[in-house]
């Protein structure tokens, strides 16, 4: 009964007898991976002793060779045993216990506790594992699909390049790479063409795990069995870098293109190699004449000889150069100037030539030119001038105006508190601020001269404007003290001579009326004369008040409302001369720019139309028009008309000479009011008779309702 056996034991004795018999080792691992049974076989192939590989993984066999991405992924595929029955074939390098390496491929099948395969010595596939590792070492992204496009392998490369890691897109469709950006049409053209065994090959667009947009060349081939298309290999390059250099390239290109500039690449011996729409335009030669030839063939000789031997510096000392040329261009008649920087070029690290740039500076010496001019008007001007930037630092000064002041040198950089103090600092500033707001500023001021005393100044400040912003202020003063004292003068003797005048004339008024009462025929007519006479006297010489008054003032202009100033003059004229009929005809309103002597010279006038009518009952309208202009008056009469003399009084201000009548004076008054507003007086015949004078006022500049 001892030596009866189950036939379950004999089966497992069997069962064993094949394992340990197997010429091929068995494993068997647990769920960690780690090896719980190796058959006899494994010493014959690693030179380990089973009871020696027990408890440790088949990962644990890599040999220490093996590092980077490659040992990562493998290490992943042996850790556990559901991975390995999940992984299908899998090839491993095994070191072995006198240290060389071998290679293994297994097929592992789950197990209740784990999983179980046999592993074979790879001998026969040395090639397979020499192009199995250089697909694992490969730069470009590969990736194998089947015929349906399921990714079945990725290289690292695709991984390092893609984001994806490998057991993230095993069993996905190249679509996780879809960055949207290639049209539908293109996946159709795409299996068409593989599926008909051809090859595809193009650039696409892709995206990254990461979500950021590659440029990729890719080739995709059929693999072949017994005729049939049994799977896809891909192969990607990342040619993001290529195609932004490209693109970079093609933007400079582009606005090099475009820049009114010359710009031009040369060979050593300055032929032309590159040049942009520029050179072509100034030239006025098409590009494929000038590629290859140089300067000479459209600029003058001694121009081009000049830039051939900047070219020659460049070349032989190869640091850049900077001159400036004003070439003539015999084809477009031009002779523009040039400020131009040369630079040598490389090829390979070799000197190809030179590169110039050539900015058209024309219009810029045209300006200095003319900036010249400015600052030698500036500098020669018996105004004294200054400007300064908005923080009231100086930008310029004239001589006249340091001198002015006691500067010596330069003062541009200085600030405005460095010179002026106290009360006259914060009344500068006050209308510093102003101008800055965009106001222009007239004032009076005194300032006390380094040699001469106190002086009286005529001020005007002005906002400096560079492309419609206020970046500063300009100042011009006027020394007028001599004019003021002779001015003060002049108000006095005026004074004087009226006032003697008047007493005098009052005296002989006086005795003339006396002697018109007595009843002495010749006494009386002789009395009435003189009174005329003296009546008209006092009447000059209140003009003349009036005259010295408007020519001692300053000529400021306020805003008047003429239709309004027309209307008072007419009925206070109306008042004085009944028998006269004065019509007012215009708009309720019509603002113009004029001093305040305005109303005193339409007075003037009115009176003058009036008093030299020779009808009994004259007739005089006063006719106001405005336009965006500004604001004209005519003033039409119908009386014998205005003397030559008179017109060119009103017109041009003629100067009066001694047997110029004395009623005159008022005209030369009215004309003197009417251009220190910055207006003009037309003299004309009326129809059927009298005259027209038209007085024409400006817009006072406000904006208008």
Avoid at 178 to 197: K, Y
Avoid at 405 to 426: I, K, M, N, P, Q
Wanted: hydrophobic share 35%; net charge negative; aromatic share 6%.
């Amino acid at each position: 009964m001892d030596d009866f056996r189950s036939p379950e034991d004999a089966a497992g004795d069997r069962f064993r007898t094949l394992v340990e018999g197997c010429p091929d080792p068995i494993v068997a691992v647990d769920g960690t991976g780690a090896i719980e049974y190796a058959s006899p076989a494994i010493e014959d192939v690693l030179g380990y002793a089973p009871a020696a590989l027990t408890g440790r993984t088949l990962a644990a066999l890599l040999p220490d060779g093996l590092s980077g991405e490659r040992r990562r992924r493998l290490e992943g595929r042996l850790a556990s045993g559901s991975d390995l029955a999940d992984a299908g074939r899998i090839e491993f390098p095994a070191e072995r216990a006198d240290g060389s390496v071998a290679w293994l491929s297994a097929r592992f099948d789950a197990t209740d506790e784990g999983a179980v395969g046999v592993l074979r010595e790879d001998d026969d596939g040395l090639t397979a594992r020499t192009f199995r590792d250089a697909v694992e070492h490969a730069g470009h992204a590969i990736y194998v699909t089947d015929v349906d496009g399921t990714i079945e392998y990725v290289n690292p490369a695709f991984t390092e390049i893609t984001g994806y890691e490998l057991e993230e897109v095993v069993g996905r469709n190249p679509r996780v790479l879809n960055s949207g950006e290639m049209p539908e049409e293109h996946f159709g053209a795409l299996w068409e063409t593989l599926l008909s065994g051809e090859v595809w090959d193009e650039t696409v667009i892709n995206r990254r795990k990461s979500g950021e947009i590659y440029h990729a060349h890719q080739t995709i081939a059929p693999v072949f069995e017994n005729g049939d298309v049994v799977r896809f290999v891909a192969i990607q390059t990342d040619i993001s870098d290529r195609i932004e250099v490209e693109r970079d390239r093609e933007r400079y290109e582009a606005i090099v293109e475009r820049l009114e500039d010359p710009i031009m690449l040369q060979d050593r011996e300055g032929r032309f190699r590159l040049l942009n729409e520029a050179v072509v335009e100034f030239a006025g030669c098409a590009e494929d004449q000038l590629l290859g030839a140089d300067e000479s063939v459209f600029m003058d000789e001694t121009t081009a000889a000049a830039i051939e031997e900047h070219k020659r510096t460049v070349v032989e000392t190869e640091t850049p150069v900077e001159y400036e040329v004003s070439p003539a261009f015999e084809r477009t008649d031009e002779r523009p100037t040039f400020s131009t920087r040369r630079y040598p070029y490389y090829d390979d690290g070799e000197l190809a030539g030179t590169v110039a740039i050539c900015r058209d500076v024309t219009e810029l010496k045209r300006r200095e030119e003319e900036l010249r001019r400015y600052e030698r008007a500036i500098t020669g001007a018996n105004d004294l001038i200054a400007a300064t930037d908005r923080e009231g630092r100086y930008l310029f000064s004239n001589p006249q105006y340091r001198s002015y002041h006691g500067l010596g040198g330069e003062v541009a950089g200085r600030h405005l508190a460095d010179v002026f103090s106290g009360e006259r600092y914060a009344e500068l500033e006050g209308r510093l601020q102003r101008v800055l707001a965009g106001e222009t500023v007239t004032f009076r001021t005194t300032r006390e001269h380094p040699n001469r005393g106190e002086r009286i100044l005529d001020g005007h400040y002005y906002p400096l404007e560079d492309g419609g912003t206020v970046t500063g202020a300009v100042a011009v003063f006027r020394d007028v003290t001599s004019r003021e004292e002779t001015t003060r003068q002049l108000r006095v003797v005026d004074r004087v001579l009226r006032h003697n005048l008047r007493n005098e004339l009052t005296v002989i008024r006086g005795i003339a009326d006396r002697l018109r009462e007595t009843e002495e025929r010749g006494v009386t007519e002789a009395a009435a004369e003189i009174v005329d006479g003296v009546d008209g006297l006092l009447t000059t010489s209140e003009k003349s008040r009036d005259i010295t008054r408007v020519l001692s003032e300053r000529p400021e202009t306020r805003p008047v409302d003429v239709a309004a100033l027309v209307r008072r003059v007419a009925d206070s004229a109306a008042t004085e001369h009944p028998q006269a009929r004065i019509e007012v005809t215009g708009p309720e309103g019509a603002v113009a720019s004029a001093t305040r002597f305005i109303d005193r010279a339409v007075a003037e006038l009115v009176e003058n139309a009036i008093v030299h009518s020779d009808r009994e009952s004259p007739t005089v309208e006063l006719a106001v028009s405005a336009d965006e202009d500004g604001v004209e008056l005519a003033v039409v009469d119908d009386g014998p008309g205005i003397p030559e003399m008179d017109r060119d009084v009103l017109e041009s201000g003629r100067e009066v000479g001694d047997l110029y009548h004395g009623s005159g004076l008022g005209l030369w008054m009215v004309y003197w009011v009417v251009h220190r507003s910055g207006g003009s007086i037309a003299v004309d015949d009326a129809r059927p008779r009298g005259s027209t004078v038209t007085l024409s006022l400006h817009d006072d500049g406000r904006p208008k309702p």
